[in-house]
């Protein structure tokens, strides 16, 4: 009984390590996914539409697993212009292969932490936390405990304390209490329960996170024996899960209650406790628990010595496909089978399953017997050789000295033979040294060549650029200065000529003014244009909204936006990142037909991004860098010269989207 008691502790808290992410749930389920679809409804942000689909796909990943893939495919349109959004697509993507397909849904895990790692906010951490614990979850799956508990202490707690998200502390206390349960380090485990409620009573939130650290240390009471906390750790989880009458985790609580009366004795109550639990069970579709409290339900049988009722529960057990499977798990069923055969006198019954049981059990240590065998042949080598030669000395004292020397002649030839071998392993590791450092050598010289050639194409780059600016500088004080001037003394002359005779002569030149006034207006917009006084003197933020208010009076639709701005990158880049910014918006003004353009200038600690955005007609981005176009051509240059990052998103009627990222 109590081998059969300890090995069962893994069966009744895997589920609870292998869920997928968690958070602090308030404990009303049952409307949840109702209130998402009516938010959804009202939202027009693509970036809120995007969150929500997300937290559907994630509602419905074990519930529906094709409708948690339509939201999510959803989600995936409204998310592919933000890196963030697509970090969190992959995943919710893992969430939902989960269950079904463990190495996808390992791979999207780590691919959506390291997209993660380059966002610094609290909810980035979060994301990154869970995606950790996630993972682990699936080496729990596979036997790999080991690696679970590790990549708690070393990743999911750390990130968590980072976020300041105390609840996903609390549950990853739960989950290390859980691993150490399994290890049968009940005491080690009581530790971590008790922290983790301790955490989230603080918080003063009803959850369905405090009720599982209840249900969890009230079953670890019952396997240390210790009764007495076992009834009010059940009470406060009731409380907990009073709101939600259909909670995934009554199954749970009931299975523990149960667990309870059977350690009581009280069998009545505790056969109550498990049928509510078993019905509940199939009503949440939770087939693990089902098996667990057929388990317990099996073990109040054979406590009672009702092993009649007990046997057909354990065999049901032993032939239906294990939903987590565990090499332990089996090895319970088979021990209880036999025991349980053994007590209804069927001995030859209990002897087969004992058989399969030492079956099991022996090939979980084959390694181990391999070595004992082998250690055994040696030392039975051994005294063969000892009895032949004290049989060859007991016959001749010469023979024995014959071997004497052979045995001397064998053991230098080993010495030599090893010392050769040294040697050669020497010679060999030199070798592969001088050719590693070789390759090293010649790699650092490819890496110094890309580098000089980076660095001339940088400065031609520069020399390019700022010749432009020159000439663009001269250009504008010349069209400024000179033709300005001049339009402007043409104006003063027509204007003093006395015409008060002839009304027709009169209203030609007052049309030719009217034209000089709109000749000098925009020789100064394209010398603003050329060089803006405003950009050299308040800036990128402060010209780049100018450069869009004139456009708007010219009658463009133009939305401006900037962000978090400080006016910390250098002059001569500014005018690069300004000039780029021209030549999109004018980019999109003649090619694009769009009704709408929207500039945003955004700054993200050291980082600066520029996105200019429209809903025109958009264009084949493959087509277009085949033809390499002056104008992106333009752009890719001053991106390079920028050391940034351009990313280009377009197709036929779909618009455009181009981002510019650069570092300060």
């Known amino acids: 009984m109590k081998i059969a008691y300890k090995l069962t502790g893994l069966l009744l808290l895997v589920l609870a390590l292998t869920a997928p992410g968690f958070s602090q749930s308030p404990v009303d389920g049952s409307t949840y996914a109702d209130s998402l679809r009516k938010a959804l409804a009202k939202q027009s942000s693509d970036s809120l539409k995007a969150n929500i689909l997300f937290l559907l796909s994630d509602h419905y990943s074990e519930k529906d697993q094709a409708l948690g893939l339509n939201y999510l495919g959803q989600a995936e349109k409204y998310s592919k212009k933000s890196p963030y959004q697509t970090a969190l697509f992959h995943f919710y993507l893992a969430g ?21 790692r380059k966002f610094p906010g609290r909810e980035a951490l979060i994301y990154r936390s869970r995606a950790w614990h996630n993972y682990g979850a699936l080496q729990q799956r596979q036997d790999d405990e080991k690696k679970y508990a590790q990549i708690l202490i070393e990743h999911c707690i750390p990130l968590a304390l980072k976020a300041g998200d105390s609840a996903r502390v609390a549950r990853n206390y739960q989950n290390l209490g859980l691993i150490f349960s399994n290890q049968l380090d009940y005491l080690k485990a009581e530790k971590y329960f008790k922290s983790s409620i301790s955490i989230l009573e603080n918080l003063g939130v009803k959850s369905l996170e405090l009720a599982d650290s209840y249900i969890f240390a009230a079953k670890n009471y019952i396997y240390l024996k210790d009764y007495p906390p076992v009834k009010p750790m059940l009470d406060s989880a009731k409380v907990q899960l009073a709101d939600d009458p259909d909670s995934n985790y009554l199954p749970d609580y009931y299975m523990v209650e149960g667990m309870y009366y059977t350690r009581l004795r009280h069998f009545n109550k505790a056969h109550e406790s498990f049928d509510k639990g078993l019905q509940m069970a199939l009503k949440v579709n939770r087939p693990y628990e089902h098996q667990s409290i057929m388990l317990q ?23 239906e496909k294990e939903i987590i499977p565990h090499y332990k798990n089996r090895m319970l069923y ?34 181990r017997i391999k070595t004992d065998i082998a250690e055994l042949e040696t030392k039975f080598q051994t005294t063969q050789k000892e009895k032949r030669i004290f049989q060859l000395q007991s016959q001749n004292e010469k023979a024995a000295l014959t071997i004497k020397n052979n045995q001397l002649i064998s053991w ?3 010495v030599v033979c090893i010392f050769l071998m040294a040697v050669t392993v020497l010679v060999l590791l030199f070798y592969r040294n001088n050719k590693r450092l070789w390759l090293q050598q010649k790699q650092l010289h490819e890496l110094e060549l890309q580098k000089i050639k980076q660095d001339h194409r940088i400065s031609m780059l520069s020399a390019m650029l700022e010749g432009q ?20 003394s043409i104006k003063i002359e027509l204007s003093q000529i006395g015409l008060d005779q002839n009304r027709q002569l ?16 925009e020789l100064r917009r394209i010398a603003r244009s050329l060089m803006p006084e405003i950009l050299m003197n308040y800036g990128l933020a402060e010209a780049t909204k100018e450069f869009c208010k004139n456009l708007r009076e010219t009658g463009v639709n133009l939305v401006c936006q900037v962000y978090h701005y400080t006016d910390s990158f250098a002059k001569e880049k500014q005018v690069v990142l300004y000039r780029i910014i021209q030549e999109l918006v004018n980019n999109a003004v003649k090619h694009s037909a769009a009704t709408q353009i929207l500039v945003i200038l955004q700054q993200s600690g050291d ?11 958009g264009f084949d981005l493959s087509k277009t860098q085949s033809r390499n176009g002056a104008g992106l051509a333009n752009v890719k240059a001053r991106a390079d010269f920028l050391n940034a990052k351009l990313d280009i998103h377009s197709s036929p009627d779909n618009g455009t989207s181009v981002t510019v990222e650069c570092e300060i």
């Open 607 to 617: 980082t600066i991004f520029v996105t200019v955005e429209d809903d025109g007609k």
């Open 96 to 116: 939902i292969y989960f269950d079904t397909d463990i190495s996808k849904s390992e791979n999207e895990y780590l691919l959506a932490e390291k997209l993660l």
């Open 297 to 319: 339900k099996y073990f109040a049988y054979k406590e009672m010595g009702n092993y009649s009722k007990a046997l057909p529960i354990i065999k049901r057990l032993a032939q």
């Open 469 to 488: 600016e020159q000439e663009r500088t001269r250009l504008a004080r010349d069209l400024h200065d000179g033709l300005g001037g001049l339009l402007s």
């Open 506 to 521: 009169k209203s030609g030149i007052d049309r030719t003014l009217a034209h000089l006034d709109d000749a000098v207006n």
């Open 412 to 414: 230098l030839l080993a």
């Open 334 to 367: 088979y021990y209880e089978l036999a025991e349980t055969s053994a007590k209804t006198s069927d001995m030859g019954a209990a002897y087969n399953w004992l058989h399969k049981y030492a079956l099991l059990a022996d090939s979980t240590n084959e390694q």
